[in-house]
T-cell receptor, first 113, second 112 residues
Framework: NAGVTQTPKFRVLKTGQSMTLLCAQD?????MYWYRQDPGMGLRLIHY???????AKGEVPDGYNVSRLKKQNFLLGLESAAPSQTSVYFC????????????FGQGTRLTVV | AQSVSQHNHHVILSEAASLELGCNYS??????LFWYVQYPGQHLQLLLK??????LVKGIKGFEAEFIKSKFSFNLRKPSVQWSDTAEYFC??????????FGSGTRLSIRP
């Protein structure tokens, strides 16, 4: 099973450029999440989705947009990248059963110069 | 709003020492609690989880955690650490609103 797959794995952007990170899961999970990981700050929730066609803001949503047009995909967009968005981005998915945990992708290392 | 505090930012231990990592959360309702581990260069993997029932939860690789509701704590323990336990450890909390909020993480370094 592929689980949660993120593309790309690495990317360097210039300030002001835009890009989209793709997250795909094959576990038929309802919930999907985007986090950023920065040294000393843990994982901070950017946006999340509780089902196809829904999105909600997390702890640090500014500068990002998301879309969940298909249940298996959750896209994270940066319209105008800034150096402060240099980070490692993790996508996760989770089922809606009683005892469920989140499954994570391998991460995307993004550098904005 | 939910929040999670991990007070130990970096812990250094010798092999065979006992480990306890602190985790406190703030949320008044029913919560689900998790500990995840991130080995160098890898993604997060689940160590253990608590949803209900016995407050002492056993996970993989000899880890366990105790949920103390009155203290809003979910501390991670291991009786005897190994060099291979070198990693970053994250506590997380999820409420019925489906968000999962993580703490800032504790880096564990094990001296051979």
């Amino acid at each position: 099973n592929a689980g949660v797959t993120q593309t790309p794995k690495f990317r360097v952007l210039k300030t002001g450029q835009s890009m989209t990170l793709l997250c795909a899961q094959d576990m038929n999970h309802e919930y999907m999440y985007w986090y950023r990981q920065d040294p000393g700050m843990g994982l901070r929730l950017i946006h999340y989705s509780v089902g196809e066609g829904t999105t909600a803001k997390g702890e640090v949503p500014d500068g990002y947009n998301v879309s969940r047009l298909k249940k298996q995909n959750f896209l994270l967009g940066l319209e105008s990248a800034a150096p402060s968005q240099t980070s490692v981005y993790f996508c996760a998915s989770r089922g809606t059963g009683v005892v469920t945990e989140a499954f994570f992708g391998q991460g995307t290392r993004l550098t904005v110069v | 709003a939910q929040s999670v505090s991990q007070h130990n930012h970096h812990v250094i231990l010798s092999e065979a020492a006992s480990l306890e990592l602190g985790c406190n959360y703030s949320y008044g309702g029913t919560v689900n609690l998790f500990w995840y581990v991130q080995y160098p260069g890898q993604h997060l993997q689940l160590l253990l989880k608590y949803f209900s029932g016995d407050p002492l939860v056993k996970g993989i690789k000899g880890f366990e955690a105790e949920f103390i509701k009155s203290k809003f704590s979910f501390n991670l323990r291991k009786p005897s650490v190994q060099w291979s336990d070198t990693a970053e450890y994250f506590c997380a909390v999820s409420s019925s609103a489906s968000k999962i909020i993580f703490g800032s993480g504790t880096r564990l370094s094990i001296r051979p």
